[in-house]
């Protein structure tokens, strides 16, 4: 398998603007999370999906994020509008099952600059 | 609530050389589980380990070993002969039992820096 895919790698955007990233799970995984790291607050869960099934989003920070699972495979998640402050690693982590008890595969993460 | 902290934020050592990541953990469940996973420089982040709770038996695999002590709340991870490929960020997570069970709260990650 190939692994969770995510694109773009590199997003520099200006404020104000829209940004979408997005992310392919492995197949098979019935769980998909979107993760947000930076140096300030380290790794932070924004929302999870269990069978294309919004669980818990109260990780995500404002109404200018919105995260969307159409089909099994593929996720996106979306800033409108974007802020400086939003200039982060976006990682994208996919498993078989509850985080308690499968591991999560991470993939490589959309470095997005906000300027 | 349940809380990591990586107290190290950076360690740098000599090849060969030996080295210990703390990771101390709070939670009010009884059922938990804990995790290490390695962020290299290529950035992605990949699983190392798990445990549970109710398993305190110390784990070892290759150069890596885990010791797990409930009593003091830690999960420290400790390279052996440590190599210039070990390099990379080191993060401790939790997940408890219950319906939370789905998130991983992760520690602020141990910057380990293996010098030639």
């Known amino acids: 398998d190939a692994g969770v895919i995510q694109s773009p790698r590199h997003e520099v955007t200006e404020m104000g603007q829209e940004v979408t990233l997005r992310c392919k799970p492995i197949?098979?995984?019935?769980?998909l999370f979107w993760y947000r790291q930076t140096m300030m607050r380290g790794l932070e869960l924004l929302i999870y999906?269990?069978?294309?099934?919004?669980?818990?989003d109260s990780g995500m920070p404002e109404d200018r994020f919105s995260a969307k699972m159409p089909n099994a495979s593929f996720s996106t998640l979306k800033i409108q509008p974007s802020e400086p402050r939003d200039s982060a690693v976006y990682f994208c982590?996919?498993?078989?099952?509850?985080?308690?008890?499968?591991?999560?595969?991470f993939g490589p993460g959309t470095r997005l600059t906000v300027t | 609530a349940q809380k990591v902290t990586q107290a190290q934020t950076e360690i740098s050592v000599v090849e060969k050389e030996d080295v210990t990541l703390d990771c101390v953990y709070e939670t009010r469940d009884t059922t938990y589980y804990l995790f290490w996973y390695k962020q290299p420089p290529s950035g992605e982040l990949v699983f190392l380990i798990r445990r549970n709770s109710f398993d305190e038996q110390n784990e070892i695999s290759g150069r890596y070993s885990w010791n797990f002590q409930k009593s003091t709340s830690s999960f420290n991870f400790t390279i052996t002969a440590s190599q210039v490929v070990d390099s990379a960020v080191y993060f401790c997570?939790?997940?408890?039992?219950?319906?939370?069970?789905?998130?991983?709260?992760f520690g602020g990650g141990t910057r380990v820096l293996v010098k030639p």
């Open positions: 197949s098979g995984h019935d769980y």
């Open positions: 982590a996919s498993s078989l099952g509850p985080a308690r008890d499968y591991e999560q595969y």
């Open positions: 997570a939790l997940s408890e039992s219950k319906a939370a069970g789905n998130k991983l709260t």
């Open positions: 999906f269990n069978n294309n099934v919004p669980i818990d």
